[in-house]
């Protein structure tokens, strides 16, 4: 069974923290995706990366950078955690050619 | 920026009920999908129709599109109390990289035995 694995599913952290989440897959795909989902907002896309060490901008970029080191594995980080970052951070796989994602659990996260 | 908007942003039905939900776009598509998601969880993949294609079936989903007025809507025949979810449209532009899904802001749905 296909898995996307997110590290934490919940999580506290103070204003002007560092702020690593952790996303791994187990299906070898290329494609991977930061998006948070804020109520009436619905899903945005953050950061996506096509393959190890690529990147691209999504939507709302500012704030948050990523790394992807290994194909498997795709961090989001938060360089100085603010409260207007509280919100759930969903992580998405999928392979190149292919449409559909495949999501992880979703880690909610607050910045007090 | 957002593509798809979905319609009703809430939805309340008796169990064995079918439960419909619309979904409107902009710009021209390649495909657009239908994903669920239970409270609190990450979204699962329910089905997928290309511009080309007018109707779809998966069990008790039927979907549907239609291009000239960009729109689809979801199907769910015989409502359960376990379909209870927040269903989302999600839409790649035509002509854009095969990356970017655009998800519309979701209709809560809620199935009431």
């Known amino acids: 069974d296909v898995k996307v694995t997110q590290s934490s599913r919940y999580l506290v952290k103070r204003t002007g923290e560092k702020v690593f989440l952790e996303c791994v897959q187990d299906?070898?795909?290329?494609?991977m995706f930061w998006y948070r989902q804020d109520p009436g907002l619905g899903l945005r896309l953050i950061y996506f990366?096509?393959?190890?060490?690529?990147?691209e901008k999504g939507d709302i970029p500012e704030g948050y950078s990523v790394s992807r080191e290994k194909k498997e594995r795709f961090s989001l980080i938060l360089e100085s955690a603010s409260t207007n970052q509280t919100s759930m951070y969903l992580c998405?796989?999928?392979?190149?050619?292919?449409?559909?994602?495949?999501f992880g659990s979703g880690t909610q996260l607050s910045v007090l | 920026s957002q593509q798809g908007e979905e319609d009703p942003q809430a939805l309340s039905i008796q169990e064995g009920e079918n439960a419909t939900m619309n979904c409107s776009y902009k710009t021209s598509i390649n495909n657009l999908q239908w994903y669920r998601q239970n409270s609190g969880r990450g979204l699962v993949h329910l089905i997928l129709?290309?511009?080309?294609?007018r109707e779809k079936h998966s069990g008790r989903l039927r979907v549907t599109l239609d291009t000239s007025k960009k729109s689809s809507s979801l199907l769910i025949t015989a409502s359960r109390a376990a379909d209870t979810a927040s269903y989302f449209c999600a839409t790649i532009h035509s002509g854009a990289g095969s990356y970017q899904l655009t998800f519309g802001k979701g209709t809560k749905l809620s199935v009431i035995p």
């Open positions: 129709i290309r511009s080309n294609e």
């Open positions: 990366s096509y393959d190890v060490k690529m990147k």
């Open positions: 998405a796989s999928k392979r190149s050619g292919e449409e559909k994602l495949f």
């Open positions: 299906m070898d795909h290329e494609n």
